[in-house]
């Protein structure tokens, strides 16, 4: 066991014997939580705010974008934004998730990464198709560029992805 799991795993041991020694520190405990879950909320703007700041001050101009569409708010520096993890997106009753959402701001494109663990099979690169489509009829702006999807994977073979699009 690594110093570091010991340590976690003695913490552990000991906060454990502390709540059933003093039950009534659980629920003190979950307060203190609470309020500093209510402490932070509606913070999180200006925290996007203040970290995009900060990201632009090795800029020649510092510039910080704030983009409002009916769908999300992007908050961005220089340059390639975070906008989403596991972004849900419904219709037909059915949800489905992008692992990863970002945009670039300077070249107006959306870039979905969907993460697969195993190797790529047909289904994934259609489920990124859809996802595409969707952003690019729903979500992106008329003077945005397509949106482009970008499925990682342990391994694929040339084939599928070959004869899973058509050709240019």
Request: proline share 1%; with cysteine; net charge positive.
């Amino acid at each position: 066991m690594s110093h570091l799991n010991k340590f976690i795993e003695d913490k552990l041991a000991l906060q454990k014997k502390h709540y059933r020694e003093d039950p009534a520190s659980i629920i003190e405990h979950f307060n203190i939580e609470q309020q500093n879950i209510q402490t932070y909320n509606g913070r999180q703007l200006l925290e996007r705010l203040q970290n995009a700041d900060d990201a632009s001050e090795t800029a020649k101009k510092k510039k910080v974008l704030i983009r409002l569409s009916k769908s999300q708010l992007t908050i961005a520096n220089n340059g390639f934004t975070f906008v989403a993890r596991q972004k849900r997106i419904s219709f037909d009753g059915k949800h489905f998730w992008i692992d990863l959402v970002f945009y670039n701001r300077f070249l107006k494109y959306f870039v979905l990464i969907d993460l697969k663990i195993g190797e790529l099979k047909h289904q994934d690169l259609g489920q990124m198709q859809m996802y595409v489509n969707y952003y690019d009829r729903e979500v992106r702006l008329e003077d945005e560029n397509k949106t482009i999807g970008i499925v990682l994977c342990r391994d694929k073979s040339e084939s599928v992805v070959e004869y899973t699009f058509a050709r240019k």
